[in-house]
């Protein structure tokens, strides 16, 4: 069987956070009421997505969403197929994240065995599933994780928590992903030392070992020593300068970390 991922995708984080930043700019009047409902992130602030507002996230969510999928793979096996469990299996899919559209996908790789879907069955089943998987819980992971949501994939009663704790798990993951390219930046600086540490090494050799080398040509190696002594200083300088923008990242993955963990639980 092939693996086919479910709906999921990298959204635009500096667009969700556009969003996130309007929205606080409303007055707290617009967006209050719903801290009686829980303590769920945004939602411990006391605000409140109007339809409007709803509407521009997902919106903002669509517009990076991929529905990855491999049509070609059998996404059942003949012994699924044969043993009829539509309800059952739109549970599974519903609980993975896939959307309803999956039913094409097993109705092709049954109809090799001559089975035919249910497709009732399927939905009544996608529908609990789905019901299970948009929880906030499972929302904060998703983006924690790096992953996406698709237009309208949680029912209305259900989506406006499940935004709000995505919101907040982007907030971790953008601040990983911060700390993240901070390392490799710094991890390429050092390594570009250390080249040039090793160029500085083999010209030293040269000019202390080749005696055949005029003065000319040991003028310009020596020019090149010293110029590759201030690039190696440069990219240690700047390996440096970005320990400490790493620090300041870590500190605020840690802060992420200590204001969600009593909300959403370990991850």
Known sequence: MCAV???????????????????????????QGLAKRGSLGHLAAGRRLTGEWIMRILLTLAAGTILMGLGSCATMSQEQCLMGDWVG?????????????????????CARHGVTPDANAYYRGHEQGVRQYCVPGRAFR????????????????????????YADGRLIWDAMQRADTLRARADESRA????????????EYRLANEEDLTQEQRRTIRDR?????????????????????ITDADREVSRLRSRFTPVYGNW
């Open 5 to 31: 991922a479910p709906i999921s995708s990298t959204s635009s984080s500096a667009s969700i956070q556009t969003v996130w930043g309007e929205l606080d700019g409303k007055s707290s009047g617009e967006h």
């Open 89 to 109: 299996q739109g549970r599974a899919d519903g609980v993975a994240g896939y959307g309803a559209g999956r039913l094409s996908d097993h109705a092709e790789a």
């Open 142 to 165: 998703v983006a924690v994780s790096g992953g996406g949501y698709a237009n309208g994939f949680c029912p209305a009663d259900l989506e406006q928590d499940f935004l709000y704790a």
């Open 192 to 203: 570009r030392a250390a080249e040039y540490e090793q160029d500085i090494r083999d010209a």
């Open 225 to 245: 020593i010293n110029r590759l002594r201030r690039d190696r200083d440069t990219a240690n300088d700047q390996a440096n300068a970005l320990s400490y923008d």
